[in-house]
């Protein structure tokens, strides 16, 4: 068992009952202090954790880890380690604050805690590179519905390849980020000319996303037996869509305006090594695929999500509850296939699983699957209706794991639209 997993252990940092962060996550991000220090961290409860200043006290040293690390802004260079020191780092978290060990270490670690209200979560990573795949067969059998042929949903590369698309790096934002409307070209139906203006038809997409480790040099590959040892953790994903804008610009080269603009994530990164507990089989794969895909054990996770719509006239309604257990490529397969050709990944990298659709229609992760394509909206508690997402709306999407006892959480990824500038 990994250490810091034992589900019997109890932290002295209060958690209250219901908590995405008890001690058996402990969870990284980066914020700022009521000071104004920007550091890394961990959570506890409703407790941030300050890992400079935890490190300053020495009780870091027996973890191997070099202390200039933890006077970073990021956790970027704390990715550039490897799978040992991120499980020595965890583990020893989880020591500190264990109940048994109060009397040792929470007066010598008092200076180091923070009330989350009293801090601003930044950016937990500086995004290098951001890969976004195209991974639910449901997802992708829905819109390959609704746009081309329903006999022929899925196109013939779907089912051996993870697919994907490089994607922007530099929109990629953090929770409670506010964004404005896209603009650019869309045909007007029965139109024949395109016209320019605010996307009319903006969606979001449910997604998880995975921040990467140090990879290999350019040239080599990683096999789906060492990618866990490259994938450092996840957090939730907002995939922004302005749908009107991408049928229109999409072919031949894909997805670019129409999603350029942003894409939000929440900002604790969860450790794939806190996830363990919560391994699952994933979907049956037929037919089989090539052997460079082919991989051994549980690689999917059982994640419940829910995705809900507040503004003004409503608190928070859900829309979505869908399970990131519904992708049919894992994430070794993916980050497997995107090194096999020799790319080269980077600490800090982020990879988008693509949208996360169940087979039932309120499992859709979508605005474009839940309303399917408008024709039939989403009734709100105000009376008002949705088809896609208004200018004043705020999307919040939300995840967590449970068993045994135990709920391991992601928190939440937060963003209000306004409208177009």
């Known amino acids: 068992m990994i250490k810091a997993n034992d589900p019997n252990r109890k932290s002295w940092v209060p958690v209250p009952e219901g908590s995405d962060f008890p001690i058996q996550n402990i969870p990284f991000g980066a914020f700022r202090t009521p000071r104004g220090e920007e550091v890394i961290g961990t959570r506890i409860g409703d407790t941030a954790?300050?890992?400079?200043?935890?490190?300053?006290?020495?009780?870091?040293?027996?973890?191997?880890?070099?202390?200039?690390?933890?006077?970073?802004?990021?956790?970027?260079?704390?990715?550039?380690?490897n799978k040992k020191a991120w499980r020595a780092v965890r583990d020893r978290l989880a020591e500190l604050f264990d109940e048994a060990n109060k009397g040792e270490w929470a007066?010598?670690?008092?200076?180091?805690?923070y009330p989350v209200d009293?801090?601003?979560?930044?950016?937990?990573?500086?995004?290098?590179?951001?890969?976004?795949?195209?991974?639910?067969?449901?997802?992708?059998?829905?819109?390959?519905?609704?746009?081309?042929?329903?006999?022929?949903?899925?196109?013939?590369?779907?089912?051996?390849?993870?697919?994907?698309?490089?994607?922007r790096a530099s929109s990629i934002i953090l929770?409670?980020?506010?964004?404005?409307?896209?603009?650019?070209?869309?045909?007007?139906?029965?139109?024949?000319?395109?016209?320019?203006g605010p996307c009319k038809l903006l969606d979001f997409e449910l997604e998880m996303a995975f921040i990467t480790g140090q990879g290999k040099p350019l040239g080599d590959s990683i096999t789906t037996a060492e990618?866990?040892?490259?994938?450092?953790?996840?957090?939730?994903?907002?995939?922004?869509?302005?749908?009107?804008?991408?049928?229109?610009?999409?072919?031949?080269?894909?997805?670019f305006l129409a999603k350029n603009f942003?894409?939000?994530?929440?900002?604790?990164?969860?450790?794939?090594?806190?996830?363990?507990?919560?391994?699952?089989?994933?979907?049956?794969?037929?037919?089989?695929?090539?052997?460079?895909?082919?991989?051994?054990?549980?690689?999917?996770?059982?994640?419940?999500?829910?995705?809900?719509?507040?503004?003004?006239?409503?608190?928070?309604?859900?829309?979505?509850?869908?399970?990131?257990?519904?992708?049919?490529?894992?994430?070794?397969q993916q980050l497997a296939h995107h090194t096999v050709n020799g790319?080269?990944?980077?600490?800090?990298?982020?990879?988008?699983?693509?949208?996360?659709?169940?087979?039932?229609?309120?499992?859709?992760g979508s605005m474009l699957e839940l309303s399917w394509k408008g024709t039939k909206p989403l009734q709100m508690p105000d009376g008002s209706e949705r088809k896609f997402i208004q200018d004043g709306d705020t999307v919040i999407m939300e995840g967590y794991c449970e068993k045994d006892g135990v709920r391991i959480g992601f928190g939440n990824v937060k963003t209000q639209v306004l409208p177009a500038k």
């Not at 300053?56 to 970073?72: D, I, K, P, Q």
């Not at 890969?131 to 949903?153: C, E, I, K, L, W």
């Not at 790319?343 to 859709?364: Q, R």
């Open 49 to 81: 954790i300050d890992l400079k200043a935890i490190s300053r006290t020495g009780a870091l040293a027996g973890t191997g880890v070099e202390s200039n690390v933890f006077e970073e802004k990021n956790l970027n260079g704390f990715l550039k380690l």
């Open 107 to 113: 007066e010598a670690l008092k200076d180091s805690l």
């Open 118 to 167: 009293q801090i601003a979560m930044t950016m937990p990573v500086v995004v290098g590179d951001y890969t976004d795949f195209y991974s639910s067969r449901q997802h992708a059998t829905n819109v390959g519905t609704m746009f081309r042929d329903p006999d022929n949903a899925l196109l013939p590369n779907w089912l051996h390849i993870p697919v994907g698309y490089h994607g």
């Open 175 to 196: 929770s409670e980020t506010p964004i404005h409307r896209p603009k650019g070209q869309q045909l007007p139906a029965d139109a024949d000319k395109p016209v320019f």
């Open 227 to 255: 990618a866990e040892d490259y994938i450092f953790g996840l957090a939730l994903f907002n995939d922004w869509s302005a749908r009107d804008i991408q049928k229109w610009e999409y072919v031949p080269l894909g997805p």
């Open 262 to 332: 942003a894409s939000s994530i929440s900002p604790w990164i969860v450790t794939l090594d806190a996830l363990d507990p919560f391994r699952i089989p994933g979907e049956k794969q037929e037919p089989e695929v090539l052997d460079y895909l082919k991989f051994e054990g549980n690689k999917t996770f059982d994640v419940n999500l829910k995705v809900s719509i507040e503004n003004d006239a409503f608190k928070a309604h859900p829309i979505c509850h869908s399970n990131f257990k519904y992708m049919y490529w894992n994430m070794a």
């Open 343 to 364: 790319c080269n990944i980077n600490a800090g990298d982020m990879l988008a699983s693509g949208t996360i659709s169940g087979n039932n229609p309120e499992e859709y």
